[in-house]
């Protein structure tokens, strides 16, 4: 089970940290990432990370102003979002992949769980 918080209201770069905390073991089986979905469009990819944080995959959109991390031991996946746009609102979901070997999911439909999203709105 995936729970993802930290979303809120900000202002036009100002930042915000997301978590994505997991239950259950074995959790450095699983590659996670983050998706988004804005009002009247379709989920898109965000950001990603393998099972051991050795590798990590961005949207153009999101390149240089986000960055995705983990804890394995914390069961935790971070997303810290700097210089925040009015753009990047949207519903922010975390999911995992399990996968055999270290590398990272983008595809929602690669997915095997999903996490209730998390709202970040960003002002202008």
């Known amino acids: 089970q995936l729970q993802a918080s930290g979303g809120g209201l900000v202002q036009a770069g100002d930042s915000l940290r997301l978590s994505c905390a997991a239950s259950g073991r074995a959790f450095s089986n699983y590659a996670v990432g983050w998706f988004r979905q804005a009002p009247g469009k379709e989920r898109e990819f965000v950001t990603a990370?393998?099972?051991?944080?050795?590798?990590?995959g961005y949207a153009d959109s999101v390149k240089g102003r986000f960055k995705i991390s983990r804890d394995n031991a914390k069961n935790t996946v971070y997303l810290q979002m700097n210089s925040l746009k009015p753009e990047d609102t949207a519903v922010y979901y975390c999911?995992?992949?399990?996968?055999?070997?270290?590398?990272?999911?983008?595809?929602?439909?690669?997915?095997?769980?999903w996490g209730k999203g998390t709202l970040v709105t960003v002002s202008s």
């Open positions: 999911a995992a992949a399990k996968t055999t070997w270290d590398r990272v999911v983008t595809a929602p439909a690669g997915m095997n769980y």
């Open positions: 990370i393998s099972r051991s944080a050795g590798n990590t």
